[in-house]
């Protein structure tokens, strides 16, 4: 079998800036995934094709990022039975619309929804990569390995503000 | 060519007893209109079906009611060029999450969007007749004798209210 | 009979920045449109006078745009039978005082509404021509095709993506 | 010259209950007060019409009570120069809708906005006798009374709780 | 007697800024003011006798300018039976703590608010106008005139708009 | 290997007639659950050796409701590569708080968020078996399967709802 | 030196029946405390003269519980230097109003805010007994014990979940 | 028995420029504080290693910084009984979503928050000063005089600015 991908979706080519982090995780994971500027409502039917076809490749998680009345991340969830997550961007309302758009899903259509913005990019990633890892124990692994690493470069940032502060109080 | 009718589509059942009030509205201005109970996530496709069907067999303006991500108004406006008008339904936070997905549309994808429950729905059916009434003369004076009639109305409520007022000075 | 119009009313000066992005799109289906600036509270005599006329002269919807407690949508739909389209201008509180004060219309009065700032802007045009569409096939075939039009652009949006990416990758 | 009065509109019938709570204060202070229902949308001219004539026979002050789009005291302050307090009524979103659609006005119209509901009821009717108040010292007079009267009251209630407590204690 | 004043009440002198916009609307009325930094909770004393003594020598209404968890005008309106008018300041979260603080007070202790910042500064000033003019027909006329020729400068605006918009049609 | 189950945390016994959509929805997929009573601020110690041990027994998903200030699903994702899907329950402010708490997660530890209340329960369970059905054809399947199903109920209902709509007209 | 005592004060009596779960909790650690109904509007001399001669007869921390504009925790926080605890009491807006009126304090005058109603009652008695307890090694073992109690009774609640669940799927 | 002190915890090292403003206010009363970066989610067990010790080395409260889903003085105050004071920062949604993720915590594990941002680093270290005053008279009397000299420094502010408005009116 082919080695599972996730594929991003992105309402806008706006987005793309605040996505980057995304990006970044998933490389860092070496999990293949490809990115698509589709609309829910201005390509509903680019973003169907792509989807249904994804899905029959291999897809294991789609991540989904959208601002205002934020619809794609349901629209994707409406159209495959993969997990889909969803990100909603600050357009306006400093998210708000986005967030409740993504999150207030009907039973039986899921969006797993993460924070708003870059947070949020970051942790759709991640959360792409436990889906991956929850039936592959290497990339499981590569997660604890990888929180690990994470918690000790805040104990060095700490140690490092220790130094700082007793330089200052030195003085 | 065939009178023009109105199509009312709700996510859910459970909406029906909000719409009504625009089933009476309707009526009153002898607007013949189609109720389907349809979703944007649970039958799209169903919905993508009636919605073409009905766009081309005349339907002048789409009415979508839907709660929560109310995603559907959104959804048809997506299928069609007529003009969609949605209805925030309160099912949690007091509609606000309803109206903010059916309002914040990206541009090129306009929803008509009105008041959250039941003055909503009133106000999509009052919408959907000026719509109608642009290019009808005789709705349009239907409109136009409609509404004295209701401000009438106020005014014999207030003529009232002043009686109760007096009798309650007078006692 | 004379080709309908759409009246654009603004309550300041200051909303034309955000207004402009209406009268591209009114132009892109040549639309003609008038431009009123004029107050619900500061001048309702002249709006109201405005408001009449414009009416008898043909006009199929008046546009309204005010911040804060926006008034003004709701102040022409007082007045006129024909569809008033509402945008709310981002004043203070993320513009979400003048979405409430647009949206939240009581029965019997309806104010079409649409996205906060820019992008409402641009759809309450959309809305006008569809409006005028719905009695006017070749107006109806124009935003068909600008709609395909808009499409095509975001798909070969997402070509160029694709592009940049397979470089990125390349190197 | 006449007494003064005050002017109490209400949008609707249905905010009757909530502004009963004002005519008590009134009626305590011996203030005479007319009260109206007429709409800023729906009766346009008949609220016009009647704020211009009360504002002619000697109206000190007008409180007017909406819900929603709370549009009618922005509308009576566009038409009078004498004080407008307004009431937002909790007709939906807890009254937040109602409260910014009052209190958001444009400079040059100010409404003297108080608290949602039976409170903000109780408040216009205080603010109304201190206006009247503050170039009337018998009526100014009687407001320090009534406020001291007040706080003995709350006094009074703490005594009480004294006692329960004590009772509560002794058992 | 002598001519009634205005007292205007700053939490802090970073609100001098914002409450510029009353100084110059009494200034345009020839309404006398004094202007007072004071906090209701860092200098709760001096605010008191502030108040008291000002309230004797014939202040007609204290405005007051707070941000945050906004107690000034609430603390002032508890000291004095003059109308008090709460401008909330935007400190934080869009002036909406400040909003709320000031416009939610409890039955018998009234504040009038107005809208939050300069518009808010400004109608702060009018309202002030109002509450004198209410018992002096000249204030009162100055207000008449003052409006006309506020809407006048809106109308020579539009005309203006119209001209500028031929302009740009004729290329 | 064991099949794989999901782990429901809930921070308090009151949330259990919410959660219990959930159960319902797993058992439609014969997915085994485990439902634990436990609160990540007073059994923090209790959370996390349930936690870790769930997570060596192969749980695939943990489902997480907490109210308020819900840290709940945060403290879990800390403890754990599993996936952990965040319920929000509406103990205050309709849910807002806890919706914000589950989903505004710092980089690096995501919460997979769902809907406030019954919808995001249900919705929890789907996207546990969608998480599953990621490595496991057969339950894929079965989820198809079963959202073919749900639309057909809808389907059905809106046919009765037009046999009620022509009985209606036909009186 | 005599035993340090808490005191309650509530902005109206109507305030007591959400305040008695902090009478519960203070009974638990036998802290002695003072119930006092007293507003900072209406009664603000009484509440002035209560807090300076509890603060002199020792009261170890000032618990505020009062609803919308709540004033009453900054206006004892402004009297005294003892720490002053808020509890924000729903009486509109679902609390939002008094959440942000005891919280959103300026500089210098803190108020240890808690949550909204009952929750926040409690953990205002929980934070008093830590106040006392950080210089009363006795009073902090009883947290600790009470603690471990609390956490001993939602292990229970699980164990019982256990059983009742054990009998339903065995049923 | 050694000096007791107060630990400021950070979520983030980007809280630091925030967090300086507590700083500057706990060297003024002379107490001791150490500050550490540590992180509910990221470095748990490093948290709960700090708490535990600071408590026991006599920290006299904890200060918790953080932005978002700010669960970490929610998680320091279910590991220690000491009390624990919790600063909101804007990270997203003008802190709004850190404000609620703080302050809104369950019965038994309370959290003493404070405003959001730089205003709720300064109260928090007042409070923190207040809770050691609370059995330290010498420490309370350091309170007592610094908010007399802060009193002071706004009634100089208010001598200044009258000297600048006479100064203005002179010209």
Known sequence: MSKPFVAILMGSDSDLPVMEA???VLEKFD???EVKVTSAHRTPEATHSYVTDADKRGCAAFICAAGMA?????AVSA????P???VPINGSLDGL???L????????IPVATVAIGK?????AAYLAAQIIGSSDAEMHQKLVDERRANAEAIIAKDAQLQKDLQQRNAK
């Open 97 to 99: 619309d986005a967030l």
């Open 22 to 24: 995304a990006f970044g």
């Open 79 to 82: 159209t495959t039975l993969k």
């Open 70 to 74: 934020a619809h794609l991340a349901g």
């Open 84 to 86: 889909v997550i969803g």
């Open 31 to 33: 999990i293949p995934f």
């Open 101 to 108: 758009s993504t999150v207030q899903m009907p039973g039986g």
């Open 119 to 123: 947070a949020g990019a970051k942790n």
